[in-house]
């Protein structure tokens, strides 16, 4: 299943360590630290949205293939494996690793002067891309256990 919660608190550790570094000096717009922090926030709400939408349908799901196939309790964790874990959703989970990695770097060398402007936008791109991947991923393991039901 996602790990959205491990992504959260590493999303907050980097609010704590402040995402502020010096300013360029041809800079976009002025931005302020709570700019990022709603960036932030607002992607961390729509992963706690996915996996608080997705979560029970999926598990919905896998009950009812227990059910259809007539699996024990044993035999189902053993099937129901390759619905919440292959190489497509390991992918995924990879990807949203990198991303992860990207977004937490970028404030590693934050310091206290003003926030740097030019991250903002990358952040805003990099936590759109962070959603879109687990989107797809809840998308592919529907898809999987959908066509599995049909069987």
């Known amino acids: 299943m996602p790990r959205a919660g491990h992504w959260l608190l590493r999303l907050i550790l980097v609010l704590g360590a402040g995402l502020a570094a010096p300013c360029a000096s041809q800079q976009p717009a002025a931005c302020v630290k709570s700019d990022f922090e709603t960036v932030v926030d607002e992607a961390a709400g ?89 989107k797809a991923k809840w998308g592919y393991m529907f898809d999987k256990i959908e066509k599995e039901l049909r069987k």
Do not use: H, Y
């Open 46 to 134: 729509a992963l706690r949205g996915l996996n608080q939408q997705n979560t029970p349908a999926f598990q919905g799901k896998l009950r009812a293939l227990k059910e259809k196939r007539g699996w024990s309790q044993e035999q189902f964790m053993a099937e129901a494996a390759p619905f919440v874990r292959d190489e497509a959703i390991a992918g995924f989970d990879q990807k949203s690793e990198q991303l992860l990695t990207r977004i937490t770097s970028g404030g590693q060398d934050a310091g206290a002067g003003p926030p740097d402007c030019a991250r903002l936008a990358d952040l805003r791109a990099q936590m759109r891309a962070l959603v879109e991947t687990q």
